[in-house]
């Protein structure tokens, strides 16, 4: 995932590849992983990728395996890694008292069900269903995805996955490459997070409202520029509250 996105970045690219890209980096083990032929050896290099739901961050394993489970896939981190990654709306933290996720110690786990319809039950609680109706379904796009990255076409229990959900704008997608597409199609909202994320490195802190209009800024200006990440760069150091901040003093030497 490294050599991915620094590739981006070295190459000029636009900010939109990072879910686009028909590319990865890969060795031996790693194409094995993902079930990709004739990659020998251990050095990693750019592939092409023929199966279209590998394309992008999406389909890396490194960002599959950080939001699931030791044993299982979970829709609730992937849909807030999602939700907070790539439309720049992080859901609120599960209330204290809140009822216990399915899986969790506690949680839904009648015999026979998937984990879509203990998920579904779960919604079925008025504490739970608000967050969840904007967290499940950028994470059942993924589904296809066990815990480790791996493709498959049914889960643990052979039964046959459902990668298929609903926005809360009532856009609907079958599958990771419909979801996507939906992504695509709001490509501001991606980059708007994309400059946000950056700037909020760069300026040592989090950003505030007053730090908005900078945002979207930066945002419209690489719009011109078909969003390349040397747009968005340039924008954050030319951008007033980056060239105001303030550095620590240096600390005062021992006496």
Not at 171 to 198: C, I, Y
Request: aromatic share 6%; with cysteine; net charge negative.
């Amino acid at each position: 995932t490294e050599l991915f996105v620094e590739s981006i970045l070295r190459e000029d690219r636009g900010a939109l590849e990072l879910l686009t890209a028909d590319y990865t980096f890969l060795n031996e083990r790693l194409a094995l992983h993902y079930g990709i032929p004739d990659v020998r050896g251990s050095h990693y290099r750019r592939v092409g990728l023929r199966d279209t739901a590998r394309r992008g961050l999406l389909g890396h394993g490194s960002i599959l395996t950080v939001t699931s489970r030791p044993n299982r896939t979970s829709p609730v981190l992937r849909g807030t890694w999602i939700l907070d990654n790539s439309l720049g709306a992080p859901p609120p933290a599960p209330p204290a008292n809140g009822p216990p996720r399915p899986g969790e110690p506690g949680g839904a786990a009648a015999a026979g069900q998937t984990l879509r319809e203990r998920m579904a039950a779960h919604r079925e609680n008025p504490a739970c269903a608000g967050c969840h109706a904007m967290i499940d379904p950028p994470g059942f796009a993924l589904e296809n995805f066990d815990a480790l990255g791996r493709w498959r076409e049914v889960d643990a229990a052979f039964a046959p996955l459902d990668a298929s959900g609903e926005l809360p704008d009532g856009s609907a997608f079958s599958g990771l490459d419909e979801f996507r597409a939906l992504l695509l199609a709001r490509p501001e909202q991606f980059v708007t997070t994309l400059t946000e994320k950056l700037l909020t490195y760069a300026l040592g802190r989090g950003l505030e409202p007053y730090d908005m209009p900078g945002v979207r800024r930066i945002v419209r200006e690489a719009g011109e520029q078909d969003y390349r990440l040397s747009a968005l760069i340039e924008g954050i150091i030319h951008n007033e509250a980056f060239l105001m901040r303030r550095t620590a003093p240096p600390q005062a030497e021992a006496q």
